[in-house]
């Protein structure tokens, strides 16, 4: 059974810094590409980050690129979401998800991601 559990969420100050952490199980995350989502109130979820199969591929929304960065460490099966410079706007739930391996280069689109975290929450605020 595939399953990804987050954590690493919590209240912070506009402009710090935290690290989700999402931990694999059932498989190596080494094995698909791997991707982070985030739901705020009132809004879809809209994709945020993946990291591909094979590690070479990294890819960012808009809004926050070159202030979160995605990484994995294969030895300890997780996925991590480094973001700095938050904004009270990157406020949300973020989920960790497992694509279809028809995804192996990487999508940031909901409908790509077959196994879902239950996610971690992400306050930004002062």
């Known amino acids: 059974q595939l399953q990804v559990v987050e954590y690493g969420g919590g209240l912070v100050q506009p402009g710090g810094s935290l690290r989700l952490s999402c931990v694999a199980s059932?498989?190596?995350?080494?094995?698909?590409?791997m991707g982070w989502f985030r739901k705020a109130p009132g809004n879809e979820r809209e994709g945020v980050s993946y990291?591909?199969?094979?590690?070479?591929?990294?890819h960012y929304r808009d809004s926050v690129e070159g202030r979160f960065t995605i990484s994995r460490d294969v030895a300890k099966n997780t996925v991590y979401l480094q973001m700095s410079s938050l904004r009270t706007e990157d406020t949300a739930v973020y989920y960790c998800a497992v694509a279809h391996p028809s995804y192996s280069l990487g999508s940031l689109q909901t409908s790509s991601y077959n196994y879902w975290g239950q996610g971690t929450q992400v306050t930004v605020s002062s």
């Open positions: 990291i591909s199969k094979s590690g070479v591929i990294t």
């Open positions: 059932g498989f190596t995350v080494d094995s698909y590409t």
